[in-house]
């Protein structure tokens, strides 16, 4: 007998398979845990695989890639800074090549002629939200997106890059640019949750990293609009492009796919001795009359803003746990008579108990504003100014009449530009002094 049935797409057969395996009693924990509401219902996120150790390696050259989201040089430019200030150690350079409107195919093209050109030896990628084209899944499309994604990072391996393969993001509204389709924000949103489990797919098989940036997006979407209200656009007041707590939940799940842990030091105070101690990057200099003096060499993530807005750092840092796990200077106080201390650290005060002191205090999370924010502002400028002139290096004269009449003498003097920018970079990162003071109450 000759039967035929419907062709199924990956996500039906994902969720029909760990339909039977939940019913066989096999553990359940193939998907992502969902908040308990409605509006997550129809979706089926495959559980993301965690990094396995540091992806990074000392001298990495770090390619930046994208669509228009990584044009923006927001999450970029927190990678890269974050990079530079908080692991300085790796010694780490990086490029964006972020380009408005590109889909994965669109990159694969014009790839060897102004990536790998560089020589990168770690790439993450982020594409999806032009190839998922604005509207509902279908298996075709999906099929067309897979080859092309799978083509790219296996171009980037066979050239000696280790891949940290992003999903897509999300959409907040259906974007204007969709023009007369008929597709809902949850259609949208179910194709590019669709892609991304497409793409853990092509993580597995290509033996390569995973960054869900839609998930965390997604569900942070969700969180925001009820903690904030219904205004705040983690995706973006277009739908699509995220303002700066957006694309901080971007950063996040870059870093963390990098395999970073965090950790910026410790700064412990035993009062009953007078004895201090620092962990590597920073230097004791004194500790006098109840105030900590140290010489820092690494840096914390300096973010301040409203924690209410969705064009802010410190609001991104509300919704997913960047300090408390890629971001952590900590102050760990001992030996003192008193049951509370103010801690004063710049021209800031927080008040602690000596239990909250003896387990240590995150400085990086409680002090929006340190003495570090100056030295990091500067970073950060230097950072913004670079990849700025990537994308005009690339976009405008790589793709130019100057790169089209000869790419490498085009390649070679617009490197001689960029090079006072890079160096700019490393100029601006100083070693920092700054005092603690713990004063008892």
Known sequence: ??????????????????????????????????PDNAYFARFAPVKAPAPTGLLLQPGDRLAIIGDSITEQKMYSRLIETYLIVCVPELKITARQFGWSGETAEGFLQRMTNDCLRFQPTVATLCYGMNDHRYRAYDEPNGQWYSNNYSAVAASLKDSGARVVLGSPGCVGKVPSWVGDQKASVEDLNLNLCHFRNIDIEIAAKEKINFADVFWPLFTTGFT??????????????????????????MAYAFLKAMGLDGDLGTFTVDLGSGAATASSGHTVDSFTNNTLTVTSSRYPFCAAGAADQDNSLRSGMTLVPFNAELNRLKLVVT?????????????????????????????AEDFAVNPFSAAFARVDAAVAEKQNYETRQIKDLFHGPEGKADADATAALTEKARRPLADAIAAAFVPVTHAIKIQPK
Not at 11 to 22: D, E, I, P, R, S
Request: aromatic residues 10%; negative net charge.
């Open 224 to 249: 925001a609009h009820q903690k904030y209200g219904a205004d705040y656009a983690v995706s973006g007041h277009d739908g699509v492009h995220p303002g700066w707590a957006g694309h901080l939940i």
């Open 1 to 34: 007998m000759n039967m035929s049935f419907p062709k199924l797409s990956r996500l039906v057969l994902l969720t029909a398979v760990f339909a039977a395996l939940n019913a066989a009693g096999l553990p359940a924990a193939e998907f992502e845990a969902k």
């Open 335 to 363: 030996g003192g008579a008193a049951q509370n201390y103010a801690v004063t650290w710049g021209d800031e005060t927080h008040d602690y108990s000596a239990a909250q002191l003896a387990a240590g205090v995150n400085l």
